[in-house]
C-alpha cells in the first residue's frame, strides 16, 4: 500500500472490538434463549398452520384410499 | 476444579439443542400417530395399489374396453368407477358417482403419464402407463365436481379434464346391467 493511502485499520470504528471474555459469556446467556424463543415462535406457527389446515380442510374433503 | 466460562457455554447450547431435538422428536411422534389415528378410524390413506397393465391393448378388451368404461354397481352395492386418461381427454368425460357411497375409482393410461385430481375432495392421483391407478373415496357434498389432467401430457393438456357428477340417493338408479350414466341436463 501507498503510503499516501489511508488503511481501514487507522480507523477506530473499523476494527473489531477486543472481545472481552466475561462480557462474552454474559451477553450468550441471554443470546441462545432468545433464538430459541425465535425459532420457537416460528415452528409453533407452521405446526398451528400444518395442524388447521390438516383438520379443516383435509379431513373434511373426506376419506382417501 | 470449576468450569471456565467456555465450557459452561458449551453445556448450555448443548442442553439447549437436546431440548429441541426433544421438542422436533414430539411434533415428529404426534405428527405419525395422527397419520396412523386418522388411517385406521376413518380410512384416510395414501392410496398404493401396484397392479400392471398392458398399455398397448387396454382398450382393446378386458376391463378398460370401451364397454365397461364409466360407473357400474355391481350385485354386492360395490360401486366402481373405469377410466381412461389418454391425450387429451378422459373416457368418458362425465363419471356419476353417489354421494356418501364408497367408490373405487380405477384409471388407466394407454398412451403417456397423466394425473388426475377431483376439486374439493382428497382424490388426486398419478395414472402411469402400464399400470391401474386406483381410489377408494367417499363423496360427501352432490353437484359436478371438476376432474382436470395434473401432469402436463402434451399440447392438449389444458383441454383434459373431465366431469364427476355426485348424486344424491334417489338420483343414483342403475340401470337393469348396473351402469350408471351422468344424469341429461
Not at chain 1, 473499523?14 to 472481545?19: C, I, R
Not at chain 2, 395422527?34 to 390413506?45: P, Q, S
Not at chain 2, 398419478?126 to 373415496?137: C, D, E, S
Request: glycine letters at 8%; proline letters at 6%; one cysteine or more.
Amino acid at each position: 500500500m501507498q503510503s499516501d493511502q489511508s488503511s481501514a485499520a487507522d480507523s477506530k470504528l473499523e476494527v473489531a472490538d477486543e472481545v472481552d471474555e466475561a462480557a462474552l459469556a454474559s451477553v450468550m446467556r441471554t443470546v441462545p434463549l432468545g433464538a430459541a424463543v425465535l425459532a420457537g415462535t416460528m415452528v409453533a406457527l407452521l405446526v398451528l398452520g400444518y395442524l388447521l389446515i390438516y383438520t379443516l380442510v383435509f379431513i373434511p374433503r373426506g376419506t382417501i384410499g | 476444579m470449576s468450569d471456565t466460562p467456555h465450557e459452561l457455554q458449551e453445556s448450555r447450547i448443548l442442553r439447549t439443542e437436546l431440548l429441541w431435538a426433544f421438542g422436533v422428536g414430539i411434533f415428529v411422534a404426534a405428527s405419525l400417530s395422527m397419520i396412523v389415528f386418522t388411517a385406521l378410524t376413518i380410512k384416510i390413506n395414501p392410496p398404493s395399489n401396484v397392479e400392471r397393465i398392458d398399455p398397448k391393448t387396454l382398450h382393446l378388451s378386458g376391463e378398460f374396453a370401451e364397454q365397461n368404461l364409466g360407473t357400474t354397481v355391481f350385485g354386492d352395492g360395490t360401486v366402481i368407477v373405469r377410466a381412461i386418461a389418454t391425450q387429451f381427454m378422459f373416457v368418458p368425460q362425465c363419471i356419476a358417482v353417489p354421494a356418501n357411497r364408497r367408490v373405487t375409482l380405477r384409471f388407466a393410461s394407454p398412451d403417456v403419464l397423466h394425473g388426475l385430481l377431483i376439486t374439493g375432495t382428497n382424490v388426486n392421483t398419478m395414472v402411469v402407463p402400464g399400470f391401474v391407478a386406483q381410489v377408494h373415496t367417499e363423496f360427501t357434498r352432490t353437484g359436478d365436481l371438476l376432474m382436470p389432467c395434473h401432469e402436463f401430457c402434451g399440447q392438449g393438456h389444458s383441454e383434459m379434464w373431465a366431469t364427476v357428477q355426485v348424486l344424491p340417493a334417489d338420483q343414483f338408479k342403475p340401470g337393469p346391467d348396473g351402469r350408471v350414466s351422468c344424469a341429461q341436463r
